[in-house]
T-cell receptor
């Protein structure tokens, strides 16, 4: 069975500080991993994905994520947070083979404090 | 240009009514999806269509039925609406099932 865990409902960080939003996953075989961001009253926007290759993936708006197979993690990071990064962040996973379902985590609300 | 659009943005209706939500994508994608986001922001896939064929059908009530008149459209029909159907419904599309998805702005459904 596929699943995604985002252990923190809320992350607060000061503007200019580095941020991390955690994600761990469970999937049979190799995973496709995604991060999406949702601003208030908007649909989800794609940030980045990992399919294969380098474990460090760079995405939109200066975000990056590191795939760690041994820890089954795919944490989202940014070196310097902006107030405009405040939003709801979703991690998602699907298996390379088999069902096409994309499973989303429960979301982490990031608040960047000025 | 809006990539994935949904209408209406808000839908308020009485229990027992039948309603539809429309979705259109102008990205030329082959796969479209419907998701339900509940009040706790939990996102769950309901359906997906690939080249007009249903490839995922999660265990949603059969009161919900997706209809795709062509590759660019995937409409969601809901019969006999219930209070628990109140949620935000998102349409999305992707080039292939494995690639990233592009989401519409959502339709907030309120059943009274």
């Amino acid at each position: 069975a596929q699943s995604v865990a985002q252990p923190e409902d809320q992350v607060n960080v000061a503007e200019g500080n580095p941020l991390t939003v955690k994600c761990t996953y469970s999937v049979s075989g190799n995973p496709y991993l995604f991060w999406y961001v949702q601003y208030p009253n908007r649909g989800l926007q794609f940030l980045l994905k990992y399919i294969t290759g380098d474990n460090l993936v760079k995405g939109s708006y200066g975000f990056e994520a590191e795939f760690n197979k041994s820890q089954t993690s795919f944490h989202l990071k940014k070196p310097s947070a902006l107030v405009s990064d405040s939003a709801l962040y979703f991690c998602a996973v699907r298996a390379l083979t088999g069902a096409n379902n994309l499973f989303f985590g429960t979301g982490t609300r990031l608040t960047v404090i000025p | 240009d809006t990539a994935v659009s949904q209408t209406p943005k808000y839908l308020v209706t009485q229990m027992g009514n039948d309603k539809s939500i429309k979705c259109e994508q102008n990205l030329g994608h082959d796969t479209m999806y419907w998701y339900k986001q509940d009040s706790k922001k939990f996102l769950k896939i309901m359906f997906s269509y690939n080249n007009k064929e249903l490839i995922i059908n999660e265990t949603v009530p059969n009161r919900f039925s997706p209809k795709s008149p062509d590759k660019a459209h995937l409409n969601l029909h809901i019969n006999s609406l219930e209070l628990g159907d109140s949620a935000v419904y998102f349409c999305a599309s992707s080039q292939i099932p494995e690639s990233e998805q592009f989401f519409g702005p959502g339709t907030r459904l309120t059943v009274l």
